[in-house]
């Protein structure tokens, strides 16, 4: 066990409905990344938040959006969902930014299906 | 940009024999390079991380990788396969912004034989 937590485990929707991720950061670490998972694109980053602050962004769509609250919790908001959302996605956290040498723990991730 | 190359989509061993996983890096400095390790319908596990301390880095479970400047190679290994290391591998580098962005490669999935 990671210490990362995310909910829900599996959410299937429609197409063009939105949907919340939420994920919980290990205790004291303040940066959050989340990964897309999907067959044909594999493990790409997505988005960086640390400490409440947008730090780096990767292929994220402009449909999706994120953010990171007081309480260091997370989450990305799908919309306007397409077939090709359907992934498996993942939150990490570690210790610290700006250095390349932490770690990121992973949390068990949240399966999107989109019908 | 940094990127990685896995070299094989699959591997298949015996119990009992070695693991061999290939990867080759791509960075224009010294990268930070993991590998990690997603068994079915689970999150990913860190095996192993270099960090230019020592060249040779031993990970958790007897994997062990061998990083090499001139090869731009990062090989993951083990002397000896058991069954519950039938999994898929991310051999990942670390984006050289500072921002810790991970990179990762297609993934390497090991099957294991009785």
């Known amino acids: 066990d990671s210490g990362v937590t995310q909910t829900p485990k599996h959410l299937i929707t429609a197409t063009g409905q939105r949907v919340t991720l939420r994920c919980s950061p290990r205790s004291g670490d303040l940066s959050v990344y989340w990964y897309q998972q999907s067959l044909d694109q594999g493990l790409q980053f997505l988005i960086q938040y640390y400490n409440g602050e947008e730090r780096a962004k990767g292929n994220i769509l402009e449909r999706f959006s994120a953010q990171q609250f007081p309480d260091l919790h997370s989450e990305l908001n799908l919309s306007s969902l397409e077939l090709g959302d359907s992934a498996l996605y993942f939150c990490?956290?570690?210790?610290?930014?700006?250095?390349?040498?932490?770690?990121?723990?992973f949390g068990p991730g949240t399966r999107l299906t989109v019908l | 940009a940094q990127s990685v190359t896995q070299l094989d989509s699959h591997v298949s061993v015996s119990e009992g024999t070695p693991v061999l996983l290939r990867c080759n890096y791509s960075s224009s400095y010294s990268p930070s390079l993991f590998w990690y390790v997603q068994h079915p319908n689970k999150g990913l596990q860190l095996l192993l991380k270099?960090?230019?301390?020592?060249?040779l880095v031993k990970g958790i479970n007897g994997f062990e990788a061998e990083f090499k400047k001139s090869e731009t190679s990062f090989h993951l290994t083990k002397p000896s396969a058991h069954m519950s290391d039938a999994a898929e591998y991310f051999c990942?580098?670390?984006?050289?912004?500072?921002?810790?962005?991970?990179?990762f490669g297609t993934g390497t999935r090991l099957l294991v034989s009785p």
């Open positions: 990942v580098v670390s984006d050289d912004t500072g921002f810790q962005k991970l990179v």
């Open positions: 990490a956290s570690s210790a610290r930014s700006g250095s390349s040498y932490n770690e990121q723990f």
């Open positions: 270099y960090t230019s301390a020592a060249t």
